[in-house]
């Protein structure tokens, strides 16, 4: 009877061990809450003729992550073939870039102050037709660039439309890349601008780098070049083959001091900088030039290894740089050649928060702007005094009345920054027309307060973005109505706002839907100063299948009366991860951006589950249950019959 016991107990043992193991196997995995999106990167300068490296130079424009830096991993760059993705996490910040040199002796990565120079042994681009390509992890493309011969072969024309198909060029006609006769040997191509990218050849431009030298030791012409390996930020050093090119380095003729912001916004500590101006018509090497402030304070900071500066560009030296540490209130910016002979003497006292001392074109005047132009051509007119006038009625006097136009936009409101309001509120205006527009005299109300503009320049199809400090009233953070007036006083735009959120802008948003669009405005993070927000999409769905550690979406939509395969990079976290449920079948409304060239969840709405569990389905738990009782039940009863002597057994 023993025996039969052990057996008894055994077997509800199994039986209770089987039901929780198949519960607990049914139970979703625990979601990642941190899941961040990749980066958005764009390609900047392509050196496809170079007679040393060919180069790529990429540009990281937002990590998606507030500055904190994002890991570039999975990144792959393509051309004929895949030729190297990126393995290993690292991790960089916005601005920064990944300059990519072809045909060098060792692979390496090395970290530079501007990001990481990945040098490759492979060979360099091909010249005639071709493209750059760059991918995400999830095989999407990024960005894209392709120049072409006057006959690309027929593997080619595939090429192109391989890359058109994907999304990643606007034609798949191979006429529409850059024409690669027009580059010359050491020229590079440019991309225009970081912040609007159309996939056509109008977005890049040629840059010549030739620049013949004449050294006094050899008369033969030298020819050197740019590196075209350069970030926005930065030109890196070219390295020179021998001491006997050094002694034909191109010395500059025509160096300045162009624009000095000596107190930004915030911590000043390695945010100053200091800009210079190579005025001339050729290529200089300030090396050996040095710059300092008063006498007997910083160390002099000596530009010994320092890139060189195309004609009438710029060279930024940042304070985490030189180590020169500006003063606010009292402040002289010297620089000298390498004899050591004074050039020149920037003097400035009282310096307004976030504002830059600029360099009036390329006379001996300079004056305070809001209008900070690193890398560009200083751009606004500095107020002027007359006689037997207040500064106010100098400026009103001296600053001719601006232009008119019905195309400029209130596009985003800041007024609720996470810590510290003040400095760090800001309004973001939009010019909808293809001219720039003077802003002389409009004004911008908020309540009872107002800030009249003076001589402001905001280029067509481009954002201005003006802190609290620039407009001289802060932002409220319950309710408030912002109103922008031309120099007639004719009201052009105007925004109300209330039920403020923390560090949350108020953004106008375009959204399309059901064939039809609309601009709204709505809360929304993160902010976007100066670079305007991706409309949104709205689409209903069935629900194919969620990847939850990737965060991948694949929704099935109607469009055009034709079914088509959504995928959206599910990007959430926290508790509403924790309280979402994708499940295929589920049909739902999601409402979605353009970003990087992938398609990003900015919010979704449940309709209906279908998966629903059929009600004459057996219950499986009850099944575990009612077997797992069955023994144990059974010796609780047969101990009771023989206590009891319900029947005797013989």
Not at 138 to 166: H, R, V, Y
Not at 277 to 292: A, F, H, L, R
Request: include cysteine; proline fraction near 6%; charged fraction near 20%.
């Amino acid at each position: 009877m023993k025996h039969w016991t052990t057996l008894y107990i055994a077997i509800s043992l199994m039986l209770l061990f089987s039901f929780f193991t198949q519960r607990a196997l049914s139970m979703p995995a625990t979601p990642n809450p941190s899941v961040h999106p990749f980066p958005a990167l764009v390609l900047y300068q392509v050196n496809i003729k170079n007679t040393q490296n060919d180069s790529v130079t990429i540009t990281v424009i937002d990590d998606m992550n507030h500055g904190n830096g994002t890991s570039i991993k999975g990144l792959t760059m393509h051309d004929d073939t895949s030729f190297f993705t990126f393995e290993e996490d690292i991790y960089l910040r916005t601005n920064e870039t990944i300059t990519v040199m072809f045909d060098t002796p060792d692979h390496t990565i090395q970290s530079t102050q501007n990001g990481i120079t990945v040098n490759l042994e492979r060979k360099g681009l091909t010249g005639t037709t071709e493209q750059m390509v760059l991918y995400d992890p999830d095989g999407n493309i990024i960005d894209a660039l392709c120049w072409t011969s006057d006959s690309p072969t027929t593997a080619e024309g595939k090429d192109m439309q391989e890359l058109f198909d994907q999304g990643g060029w606007s034609s798949a006609d191979p006429a529409t890349c850059f024409p690669s006769e027009d580059i010359e040997k050491d020229d590079y191509l440019e991309r225009i601008s970081l912040l609007h990218d159309t996939d056509t050849k109008e977005d890049w431009t040629r840059i010549s780098s030739e620049q013949t030298i004449t050294s006094e030791d050899n008369k033969d012409n030298i020819s050197k070049k740019t590196n075209p390996a350069s970030s926005p930020e930065s030109y890196k050093d070219i390295e020179p083959e021998s001491d006997s090119e050094i002694n034909t380095t191109p010395t500059c003729s025509a160096l300045i001091i162009n624009e000095i912001v000596p107190n930004p916004h915030g911590r000043d500590t390695n945010n100053e900088w200091i800009e210079l101006k190579n005025t001339s018509t050729e290529m200089c090497s300030p090396t050996g030039w040095s710059i300092d402030d008063q006498e007997g304070q910083s160390k002099p900071y000596s530009l010994q290894s320092t890139p060189y500066i195309p004609p009438q560009k710029y060279l930024l030296l940042p304070s985490w740089e030189t180590g020169i540490n500006l003063n606010n209130t009292e402040e002289t910016v010297r620089l000298f050649a390498p004899d050591e002979a004074l050039i020149e003497s920037i003097s400035y006292e009282d310096a307004p928060d976030n504002e830059s001392f600029s360099r009036l074109h390329e006379s001996d005047e300079f004056y305070w702007t809001f209008m900070r132009t690193p890398y560009m051509k200083n751009i606004s007119e500095p107020p002027t005094e007359e006689n037997n006038t207040t500064q106010e009625e100098a400026e009103e006097k001296s600053i001719p009345h601006g232009d008119l136009s019905e195309n400029i936009q209130i596009t985003e409101v800041f007024p609720n920054p996470k810590g510290n309001d003040s400095g760090n509120e800001w309004i973001e205006l939009y010019n909808n027309e293809n001219r720039m527009i003077n802003l002389a005299h409009w004004t911008m109300h908020n309540s009872n307060k107002t800030y009249t503009f003076p001589e402001t320049i905001i280029q067509g199809k481009s954002y201005l973005v003006l802190s609290d400090k620039d407009l001289g009233f802060s932002l409220n953070n319950t309710d408030a109505t912002i109103t922008l007036y031309d120099f007639q006083q004719t009201p052009i735009d105007t925004v109300s706002y209330s039920n403020v959120e923390e560090n949350h802008s108020y953004t106008k948003i375009l959204t399309y839907s059901n064939d039809h669009e609309e601009k709204s405005w709505m809360w929304h993070t993160p902010p976007t100063p100066g670079t305007g927000s991706n409309p949104l999409y709205q689409y209903e769905g069935t629900i194919v299948e969620y990847q939850q550690e990737s965060g991948m979406l694949t929704i099935e939509i109607e469009e055009n009366q034709e079914t088509e395969l959504l995928t959206i990079h599910a990007l959430i976290s926290g508790d509403m991860l924790a309280n979402t449920i994708f499940e295929p079948g589920t049909r739902l409304n999601v409402t979605i951006r353009q970003e990087n060239n992938r398609w990003l969840l900015e919010n979704h709405q449940i309709l209906q589950n279908t998966q629903e569990k059929p009600s004459e389905a057996p219950n499986e738990g009850l099944i575990y249950i009612a077997l797992s009782s069955l023994a144990p039940l059974g010796y609780i009863g047969y101990k009771t019959i023989i206590k009891y002597k319900f029947i005797k057994i013989v």
